[in-house]
């Protein structure tokens, strides 16, 4: 093989080498750019749920209060209904009353399959709202009615009730 011959093979690799170093710079540099932008997207779908989540535990708190004012007006009326009328038919009141706890119940229902569901933040569930479904489950005039483990329409609640003060399980 002449000089010549090996100086133009050499050139030849020579400029093979570098395209390729151009070339993997390049791709090194697109890539980078490709794992950066989806780091970026990552971030913002972690934010926009962070921000889906707050809302809607926002409005559960908004429905359970609704429904709550709705159910306490609903037995001021009944109650003084039997007080200033005690020989009368109080039925359509307190099918009133019952239709507004049971739209109370459904609220806090929801709000228990969505934590059992992990759609909503379960710490943060369990702090707001504990009490509150412990004075549901435990009230004597709702007990009965309400939550018995077999009948019950309120399942999550009910699981959710054992879950946090079942003290057997």
């Given at each position: 093989?002449?000089?010549?011959?090996?100086?133009?093979i050499?050139?030849?690799?020579?400029?093979?080498?570098i395209?390729?170093?151009?070339?993997?710079?390049?791709?090194?540099?697109?890539?980078?750019?490709?794992?950066?932008?989806?780091?970026?997207?990552?971030?913002?779908?972690?934010d926009?749920?962070?921000?889906?989540q707050?809302?809607?535990?926002?409005?559960?708190?908004?429905?359970?209060?609704?429904?709550?004012?709705?159910?306490?007006?609903?037995?001021?009326?009944?109650?003084?209904?039997?007080?200033?009328?005690?020989?009368?038919?109080?039925?359509?009141?307190?099918?009133?009353?019952?239709?507004?706890?049971?739209?109370?119940?459904n609220?806090?229902?929801?709000?228990?399959?969505?934590?059992?569901?992990?759609?909503?933040?379960?710490?943060?569930?369990?702090?707001?709202?504990?009490?509150?479904?412990?004075?549901?489950?435990?009230?004597?005039?709702?007990?009965?009615?309400?939550?018995d483990?077999?009948?019950?329409?309120?399942?999550?609640?009910?699981?959710?009730?054992?879950?946090?003060?079942?003290?057997?399980?």
């Open positions: 093989m002449s000089d010549l011959t090996a100086n133009i050499a050139g030849v690799a020579a400029i093979a080498a395209a390729s170093a151009i070339y993997a710079g390049i791709a090194n540099r697109k890539s980078s750019d490709a794992k950066r932008s989806a780091d970026e997207a990552n971030k913002i779908s972690k926009s749920n962070m921000i889906a707050g809302s809607l535990e926002l409005s559960l708190r908004e429905i359970i209060g609704a429904t709550k004012v709705t159910s306490v007006q609903a037995a001021i009326n009944l109650h003084d209904f039997k007080i200033t009328n005690p020989h009368q038919d109080f039925t359509l009141r307190e099918n009133a009353w019952y239709s507004a706890v049971e739209d109370n119940l609220a806090y229902e929801k709000a228990c399959g969505l934590y059992w569901d992990a759609k909503i933040d379960k710490e943060r569930f369990r702090k707001d709202y504990s009490n509150e479904l412990r004075q549901l489950v435990e009230n004597k005039n709702l007990k009965f009615r309400y939550f483990p077999i009948t019950s329409n309120y399942k999550a609640i009910i699981k959710t009730y054992r879950d946090w003060f079942d003290l057997e399980k």
